[in-house]
């Protein structure tokens, strides 16, 4: 007797976390799975994550208020892309935001918040180690963010991470390239060294240093982008 074949129900949407999907979406994009103007379809996101229509769509919303998504009419979503001349203008304010917090960082740093910066690094340095850029960027985002908390000025260490994620974007030309991660593992192992011994000259020329490499990375493609 010919078997009958069954005719497969569509998968029910599942209750996925709204921040599952935005994290999952944004690494995409930090890492390179997903490129600047790449269309971001609601129905092709419901599909890859078996979500419902509404938190996809408060996903891109999300991800738009964080700046690595846009909306352009008549595309929908899209991964934002930026000219060589707002590039320049995020990264004038973001050194200026950040080399304003490191000048009020307590020098020397009390040991508990150095250890914690340690303990990150550690991470970090795993990570890089075994070429886990997805646990490279994790771990980056947690460094950069515990460093400035330390600045006392919670505004300002907000806005500093705020203008950091509207760069996420920008640095998946950066964090593809072994060499550029090496040498943000070595600069966050100065700033420690430089947070130890209270040397505050050298705690922002490392974190002005630290800026450039996924800006001039970017603006080496930017032309092949606008």
């Known amino acids: 007797m010919a078997r009958v074949a069954r005719k497969l129900e569509p998968l029910e949407p599942r209750a996925v976390a709204l921040s599952t999907v935005v994290a999952a979406i944004e690494e995409d994009i930090v890492l390179g799975r997903l490129l600047p103007r790449e269309r971001l379809?609601?129905?092709?996101?419901?599909?890859?994550f078996e979500a419902k229509r509404n938190v996809v769509r408060q996903a891109l919303i999300e991800l738009e208020r964080m700046g690595t998504v846009e909306r352009v009419p008549n595309r929908g979503a899209q991964v934002r892309s930026y000219t060589a001349d707002q590039?320049?203008?995020l990264y004038d304010v973001?050194?200026?935001l950040e080399m304003n917090a490191a000048s009020m960082i307590p020098l020397p740093l009390n040991e508990p918040a150095l250890e914690e910066l340690r303990a990150i690094q550690r991470q970090h340095d795993a990570a890089v180690k075994a070429g886990d850029l997805k646990k490279v960027f994790r771990a980056n985002v947690a460094f950069h963010r515990a460093l400035f908390a330390n600045c006392g000025n919670r505004y300002l260490s907000e806005a500093i991470n705020e203008f950091a994620h509207k760069a996420h974007v920008i640095r998946f030309h950066?964090?593809?390239q072994k060499r550029y991660v090496k040498s943000a593992r070595e600069d966050h192992w100065a700033m420690i060294?430089?947070?130890e011994k209270g040397d505050r000259k050298k705690l922002i020329d490392i974190c002005r240093g630290h800026l450039l490499p996924s800006k001039v990375a970017y603006l080496k493609v930017a032309p092949r982008i606008e």
Request: glycine share 0%; charged share 40%.
């Open 41 to 48: 379809v609601e129905d092709d996101l419901m599909v890859r």
């Open 87 to 89: 590039v320049q203008k």
């Open 94 to 96: 973001r050194e200026m």
């Open 174 to 176: 950066s964090l593809n």
């Open 193 to 195: 060294e430089a947070l």
